[in-house]
């Protein structure tokens, strides 16, 4: 089992910047795969917003490219969503996603983005 806790969510203006954080505890050996998926109002799915995978490889949406930066931490297990230069679009819940044999997911950090 691997529990996935995410934090740093809120209330940004337009232009803003926000970090969120996703930590994983638990069974965290073999995780393949951290990611942030957001949904936003009215829409049915979630979105893939960018991952980290084991070795390091990261990958973004191209709404993401230039805005939002992955990290990582590896002694803390956690992974951060850094998001700058804000977008009203950007409202969404932000999730943190483990990908091991099974998926994971965290209970969603609410991010409003409004003046």
């Known amino acids: 089992q691997v529990q996935v806790v995410e934090s740093g969510g809120g209330l940004v203006q337009p232009g803003g910047s926000l970090r969120l954080s996703c930590a994983a505890s638990?069974?965290?050996?073999?995780?393949?795969?951290m990611a942030w998926y957001r949904q936003a109002p009215g829409k049915e799915r979630k979105e893939l917003v960018g991952?980290?995978?084991?070795?390091?490889?990261?990958t973004y949406a191209e709404f993401a490219v230039g805005r939002f930066t992955i990290s990582r931490d590896d002694a803390k297990s956690t992974v951060y969503l850094q998001m700058n230069s804000l977008k009203p679009d950007d409202t969404a819940v932000y999730y943190c996603?483990?990908?091991?044999?099974?998926?994971?997911w965290g209970q969603g950090t609410q991010v409003t983005v409004s003046s």
């Open positions: 996603y483990v990908q091991k044999v099974i998926d994971y």
């Open positions: 638990g069974n965290i050996f073999s995780i393949s795969v």
């Open positions: 991952s980290i995978t084991r070795n390091g490889i990261i």
